[in-house]
């Protein structure tokens, strides 16, 4: 991915995705938006939590994502949770149709933001979702790893 920035430009993250998800490659593309859904963004009245991503017909389309209408704006724009068209290189979508195909693999958008020269982009997680057992044990380690540091702070 590119370069980290001393200022975040996140709009919007999928924190439920790292919770449900193992990612195995992440991907950076662009955003296909209609004008006051940029504004929108930059307001962040977005939502990512039930996206998704398809191929279709060598085309990434973002699926479920929840943009609320600009309020300062006359223009209608069509539903909130539209399709939109992701950009991806050619060779990155090669590359991962056989691995959509696989069963138990998806596309999930991870995190939403401004890249330095003001474009929207989407973080695009190919992952595989995970097992019961799995989040027990992402908890567990996430509680034990709390502890660790509460130990820590009180020994100083």
């Given at each position: ?5 001393s200022q975040d430009n996140t709009v919007c993250r999928n924190r439920k995705a790292t919770f449900r998800f193992e990612f195995l490659d992440q991907f950076e593309c662009g955003i ?125």
């Amino acid at each position: 991915m590119g370069k980290a920035t001393s200022q975040d430009n996140t709009v919007c993250r999928n924190r439920k995705a790292t919770f449900r998800f193992e990612f195995l490659d992440q991907f950076e593309c662009g955003i296909v938006l209609e004008g006051p859904e940029v504004k929108s963004l930059r307001d962040k009245a977005v939502s990512l939590e039930e996206a998704y991503a398809r191929i279709v017909n060598d085309e990434v389309w973002l699926i479920g994502m929840h943009i609320a209408a600009y309020k300062h704006t006359s223009r209608e724009v069509g539903e909130p949770t539209r399709r939109r068209k992701l950009l991806l290189h050619s060779h990155e979508v090669r590359k991962l149709r056989p691995k959509v195909e696989q069963k138990g693999l998806t596309l999930v958008p991870v995190r939403l933001y401004f890249n330095d020269r003001g474009i929207a982009k989407v973080t695009l997680a190919l992952a595989r979702g995970k097992t019961v057992g799995d989040k027990r044990q992402a908890l567990k380690a996430r509680d034990d790893q709390r502890e660790m540091n509460r130990a820590l702070r009180r020994k100083r």
